[in-house]
């Protein structure tokens, strides 16, 4: 079934192309159990050859085939899950059928394989990168506040104590100007002091 099929799919063989006929025996064959009719269906589905594109059946040819240990199939189902057409996108469940195909020695399975460890691996180590130059910003911010703060104490006790200067410096221009203001006064009051003293009569005690 499958050899007709792909005689009509290309127009081999002394029969002419028909892409519709190609699928009729594609779909004689999967009824009987062949998964490379089923796999060709796959193809012939998700490419949309001489019929309307349809991704589902497209994947569930595909995994019919693949369930039957097709390695062709598997890979294909494998390539759904990695590029998350049809399906929900998982890197988990595309190595699964990917290793399944790779275990058969299928080389595109491997490559894939190969390919995907190369991206998860500079996509780790991009990760990790960024962690760490997240980790380095964070502790130069951090040193940067630090000093900043340290800055802002250091000028702040600079000028109490510049201001504390100054108070104490006018408190004692203060004081001395008081004390000059002063001083002529108290020398006046001496001044009387002693003439009062001198006109005083001294009394004599007989």
């Known amino acids: 079934?499958?050899?007709?099929?792909?005689?009509?799919?290309?127009?081999?063989?002394?029969?002419?192309?028909?892409?519709?006929?190609?699928?009729?025996?594609?779909?004689?064959?999967?009824?009987?159990?062949?998964?490379?009719?089923?796999?060709?269906?796959?193809?012939?589905?998700?490419?949309?050859?001489?019929?309307?594109?349809?991704?589902?059946?497209?994947?569930?040819?595909?995994?019919?085939?693949?369930?039957?240990?097709?390695?062709?199939?598997?890979?294909?189902v494998g390539d759904f899950y990695r590029c998350g057409e049809y399906v929900n996108q998982s890197n988990t469940k595309a190595r699964e059928w990917y290793n399944r195909a790779a275990a058969q020695g299928y080389e595109h399975a491997i490559k894939h394989l190969k390919f995907m460890?190369?991206?998860?691996?500079?996509?780790?180590?991009e990760r990790q990168t960024k962690i760490m130059q997240d980790a380095l910003e964070r502790r130069t911010k951090i040193m940067q506040d630090a000093r900043e703060l340290f800055d802002k104490e250091k000028t702040t006790k600079e000028e109490r104590q510049t201001q504390i200067m100054q108070d104490t410096l006018e408190i004692l221009d203060e004081e001395k100007k008081s004390e000059e203001e002063r001083q002529p006064q108290i020398m006046q009051e001496e001044k009387e002091t002693k003439e009062e003293e001198a006109t005083t009569p001294t009394t004599t005690v007989v």
């Open 1 to 76: 079934m499958f050899e007709l099929g792909r005689r009509f799919e290309f127009g081999n063989g002394g029969v002419e192309l028909s892409l519709e006929k190609a699928v009729e025996y594609y779909k004689k064959g999967t009824e009987l159990g062949y998964p490379r009719c089923m796999n060709e269906l796959g193809y012939i589905y998700e490419n949309g050859k001489g019929v309307d594109k349809n991704a589902k059946l497209a994947f569930e040819y595909y995994q019919m085939a693949a369930l039957k240990g097709f390695d062709v199939a598997q890979y294909n």
């Open 117 to 125: 460890d190369e991206k998860e691996k500079a996509e780790e180590d």
